[in-house]
Antibody, heavy 119, light 112 residues
């Protein structure tokens, strides 16, 4: 079965960087694009962007350009989200989620990674 | 950018009752691009419906979706205890400058 397992919670200081991983299994890695979704405490869902697992090309929501980077390690079917110059307002749970290239919804989700930014 | 509005913000119902949740878009959305998710506290969202009305794998048939254009509805025919959660609608857009997923603010269904 399709599984997405994310790395554990992170506590970082403002200005630092963080890298969150999303290890996938149970399907052919290149069949789905990997999306990232942010959920601030007590708030709704916000799409960060996605990465094409065939080409490595990313796409970002306008609010997430500049400090957010996606990467892949296809040898271990894992995607990464790196956020630099962290701000307190980046405190949130970050989810990875799969989208079929022929679909328009997020079919499978990781369990989420809490990133806390605090001095 | 298309903005999604969900109503009501909170719906207080008893088990066995019918729940009707609304999702309204600021512009016309293709039904193919409209999905619904369920999120329970401390859990990741779960896909319920896509294409406005197609149930995802394993979703019970008490969940149904309808609508077109700018108005979409999620209906839970008879609430089970495990259905008390937050529900989000989502639309997909692919106009310049690029693709985007947009979520509504959510409707919380809680126990009356």
């Amino acid at each position: 079965q399709v599984q997405l397992v994310q790395s554990g919670s992170e506590l970082k200081k403002p200005g630092a960087s963080v890298k969150v991983s999303c290890k996938t299994s149970g399907y052919t890695f290149t069949k789905f694009a990997i999306n990232w979704v942010r959920q601030a405490p007590g708030q709704g869902l916000e799409w960060v962007g996605w990465i094409n697992t065939n080409t490595g090309n990313p796409a970002f929501a306008q609010a997430f350009t500049g400090r957010f980077v996606f990467s892949l390690d296809t040898s271990v079917s894992t995607a990464y989200l790196q956020i630099s110059s962290l701000k307190t307002e980046d405190t949130a749970v970050y989810y990875c989620a799969l989208k079929q290239y022929t679909g328009y919804q997020l079919d499978y989700w990781g369990q989420g990674t809490l990133v806390t930014v605090s001095s | 950018e298309i903005v999604l509005t969900q109503s009501p913000g909170t719906l207080s119902l008893s088990p066995g009752e019918r729940a009707t949740l609304s999702c309204r878009a600021s512009q016309t959305v293709s039904s193919s691009y409209l999905a619904w998710y369920q999120q329970k506290p401390g859990q990741a969202p779960r896909l319920l419906l896509y294409g406005a009305s197609i149930r995802a794998t394993g979703i019970p048939d008490r969940f149904s979706g309808s609508g077109s254009g700018t108005d979409f509805t999620l209906t839970i025919s008879r609430l089970e205890p495990e259905d008390f959660a937050v529900y989000y609608c989502q639309q997909y857009g692919n106009s310049p400058p690029g693709p985007i997923f947009t979520f509504g603010p959510g409707t919380k269904v809680d126990i009356k």
